[in-house]
């Protein structure tokens, strides 16, 4: 079992930066995937940024650029440093983990919000 806690979400005026970290606990034992979703009211749950077990990222299009996920193994972390932010960035983040075995793990969310 792998337990996903999130923070570092809140209110940001457009062009600001928040840094979201994602602390996991539990067995890190065939986690492959490390990866930060968001849902804005009204859509579906998307990706936004992806890091696998070997350093590789992918990132949404809508966000390359402006953020950059990355992990601190020491401190079983994965994060997510959102620069020049916009309006439509503004969604509950998600930090997942997808293992080996085809289980994947959610964070409870945490809310950012972007005023113009």
């Known amino acids: 079992q792998v337990q996903l806690v999130e923070s570092g979400g809140g209110l940001v005026q457009a062009g600001g930066s928040l840094r979201l970290s994602c602390a996991a606990s539990g067995s890190m034992f065939k986690i492959n995937v490390m990866g930060w979703y968001r849902q804005a009211p009204g859509k579906q749950r998307e990706l936004v940024a992806s890091l696998t077990r070997g350093g590789s990222t992918n990132y949404a299009d809508s966000v390359k650029g402006r953020f950059t996920i990355s992990r601190d193994n020491a401190k079983n972390t994965v994060y997510l440093q959102m620069n020049t932010l916009k309006s439509e960035d503004t969604a509950v983040y998600y930090c997942?983990?997808?293992?080996?075995?085809?289980?994947?793990?959610w964070g409870q969310g945490t809310q950012v919000t972007v005023s113009s």
């Open positions: 997942k983990y997808a293992s080996d075995f085809g289980v994947d793990y």
